[in-house]
């Protein structure tokens, strides 16, 4: 029996890895849903500028982070790039290790996962982005809260993507309200819990998702549901809650 073909959904992480490929400058038209969602994306480059980047409040962070962002964010056009996998670099995405792939395990795998941005809309693991800085949950004027304004855009890029693909779903809740769920057929929703049967979240929650996304990515077993059921953690399970 084939492994049943589905599309990961993870969230993006607001750790970054810094500069990337001078050769290959960004712009909105660039990757897996740079042509559904170019207009959208630039629409928020050019009031991230006029915002001179972003306020403290609007991208959470201060001090010499938040120069950083504000720089990033403000030389986002032709700014250079790095694969989505390896742009973030957060807790979820360190322990979800695509480095420790061979290259062909790698190059395949990549291509199911797939990112909410509060910058870019959607994302495709092995798409060239730039660094930024820009959460979901944010409220950029006059557009509103990111997850909001990007709703029916980037659900409509999903749902053409996706195609009759199984969807699994291990984002949290600020990226999944960036989505419309009743446009999606075969929704595989996946929650972390503890012990107790409760939904867990925190750094060591974070980790355990990123080896449980490994887990899904990289198993042979032909049911999603069921490789869920196999993920072994001492602290935590995994639950397919829809």
Known sequence: MATQDFVLLLPPSEGKAEAGNTSRP????????GAALETSRAQIVVQLRKEKGGTQKLLGVSGAHLTRAQSSN????????LPAWQRYTGVVWDHLDLASLTAAQRNTLVKRIVVPSGLLGLVRADDQIPDYRLKMGARLA????MSKWWN????HALVAAVKK???VDLLPNEHRTAINWNLLDNVVRVDLVSHSGAVVGGHNAKAAKGLLAHHLLVSAN???RRTVASFTH????AKVTT
């Open 165 to 167: 693909k199984v969807v």
């Open 142 to 145: 006059p557009f509103g809260t």
């Open 234 to 237: 001492p602290e935590y399970s």
């Open 152 to 155: 029916e855009a980037i659900t």
């Open 222 to 224: 032909a049911d999603v």
């Open 74 to 81: 403000m030389q986002l056009i032709d700014a250079p790039c």
């Open 26 to 33: 960004w712009d909105p038209r660039l990757g897996a849903f």
